[in-house]
């Protein structure tokens, strides 16, 4: 799902730390969340993976972990935070996938 960041500055600190968590190394090719310029006005789209592909395996969520390391290293935390929250809601429900009621992360 594809979503607008018009705060995004593009700097790409998600993806590396999305593909730490999925492959233990640096490699955004490895990531679940890409970010993708904008054909007009301010800010980014950010690319979140519903299903795997290739090299990238599908947002899990950071499953494990309090905060998703996307989150932590963002420098638009709020923004993005909104973001996953809306994927959440908007992906179907798999075993074992993490519930949006309540939130898990409700800030820094």
Do not use: W
Not at 1 to 10: A, V
Not at 90 to 101: D, L
């Amino acid at each position: 799902m594809k979503f607008n960041m018009p705060s995004c500055g593009g700097c790409c600190t998600c993806e590396l730390a999305c593909s730490f968590h999925q492959r233990g190394g640096f490699v955004p090719a490895a990531s679940s969340l890409k970010i993708l310029e904008k054909d007009d006005g301010p800010g980014y789209l950010v690319l979140l993976k519903e299903e795997p592909d290739g090299n990238s395996p599908a947002c899990d969520d950071c499953r494990g972990l309090d905060i998703p390391l996307c989150l932590e290293y963002c420098r638009e935390f709020d923004d993005l935070y909104k973001i996953l929250q809306e994927f959440k809601a908007k992906r179907p429900q798999k075993n074992g996938a993490v519930q949006t009621e309540g939130g898990r992360y409700g800030g820094r």
